[in-house]
């Protein structure tokens, strides 16, 4: 989900179905895992790749 957590609406409209039908269920914005992720130690965390399909994947480091 971008900043604004309206888009993609596809990942809005599944967020909503998650908030439903599920106790704790959501959809995330890069940040809000990149961000728990530094938190736990992880460095060079990035998106390495984004789609509108709601298939993005997100890669980071532990430090040895």
């Known amino acids: 989900?971008?900043?604004?957590?309206?888009y993609p609406a596809e990942g809005a409209l599944f967020?909503?179905?998650m908030l439903v039908n599920t106790p704790g269920?959501?959809?995330?914005t890069f940040s809000e895992i990149?961000?728990?992720l530094e938190?736990?130690?992880f460095?060079?965390?990035k998106m390495i790749r984004?789609?509108?399909m709601m298939d993005c994947l997100v890669?980071?480091?532990k430090p040895l």
């Open 15 to 17: 967020a909503l179905n």
């Open 25 to 28: 269920g959501d959809t995330y």
């Open 39 to 41: 938190d736990l130690g």
């Open 1 to 6: 989900m971008d900043e604004s957590r309206t």
């Open 34 to 36: 990149k961000n728990p």
């Open 59 to 61: 890669e980071a480091k």
């Open 43 to 45: 460095v060079e965390v």
């Open 50 to 52: 984004a789609s509108q």
